[in-house]
């Protein structure tokens, strides 16, 4: 057989690349032939003409089965992750291909926007397309709109352009300081100088830093509770942990209620220069399912009372 090297330009077949693959994977030509379903020869010709192609063995032949060599070893660790990139391409464009049931809208947003916005609404969507089944991810994690386990649309907080979709802005994200009714104590609401020496519960927005750094309020150390998400922020408040700093739109149901009570006067209101969007994987058609969900989901926006989203 001829020395390493002898290749020159043609590319070994995919064949003889999945057949090397399987009989390295599995120590012999006849387990390899099996998974395969082919004979046994039929494999071992196909190892033989690779390394032929390649001008040198990639195995070493023992009296009992196969051992690959060094050589071998190197190529089929950068051969598999070839084969992996191949079968990941074909899997995202098998998954982009399928048709799956339209009226069946798969929607990322997370954990908090789900709970305390979307979730309670779901009811007023269903009574007027009794057809279209909403399935949420609430999930901090983003999903993509393509591939395997694809979402229809998405609920994301930040600032546009999304690199990744077509965004239509949905709700504004002003910040306000709420707190149990019982934490002030019978006072109608807190002075900024009255934070200092109190808990001051955060999310994930980290606002306090913010807050103060825009309100120009002396004594800016943050101290309090800490919590990944805005919903977990909402309920420390509520049991009267603290001062939490949260978006207005969450808290809307929790003040018309009467759990919360906004700690400070509206002049004290953060602009976040944030909010929320709608994201979709590109502009969406009225007539469809999804586009009769993007636009109820604004026109519920509009609903709110106006002072809730300024």
Known sequence: ?????????????????????????????????????????????????????LGGPLFERLPRGLEVNSK?????????????????????LLADEAVGDQNQIMLSTTP???????????????????????????SNTLRRFHGENKIDMAVRWGTTPFADGHARFLLPGKAIPVCSPGFLEG???????????????????????????SFGVAGSEVHGPVFSLSSHALEAAEQGMGVALVPKLLVQAALESGRLVEAMSEEYQLDTKAGYFLVTNEQVSDDSALGKVINWMLDEAKTLPQNSQD
Do not use: C
Request: a neutral charge; zero cysteines; glycine letters at 6%.
């Open 72 to 92: 071998g070893k190197e190529y089929i660790n950068r051969l598999n992750l070839a084969l992996g990139i191949i079968e990941e391409a074909t899997k995202v």
């Open 187 to 213: 006072k109608e609401r807190l002075n900024p100088e009255e934070l200092e020496g109190i808990p001051l519960i955060s999310d994930s927005h980290n606002s306090w830093q913010t807050w103060y750094d």
């Open 1 to 53: 057989m001829k020395k390493w090297g002898a290749h020159q330009g043609r590319l070994p077949t995919l064949n003889h690349l999945i057949a090397l693959e399987a009989t390295a994977r599995l120590g012999s030509f006849s387990a390899a032939a099996q998974e395969m379903h082919l004979t046994q020869g039929a494999v071992a010709q196909q190892i033989r003409g690779l390394e032929k192609d």
């Open 112 to 138: 908090s926007f789900a709970s305390r916005w979307l979730i309670p609404r779901l009811p007023k969507l269903y009574d007027t397309y009794p057809n279209i089944s909403v399935m949420i991810d609430a």
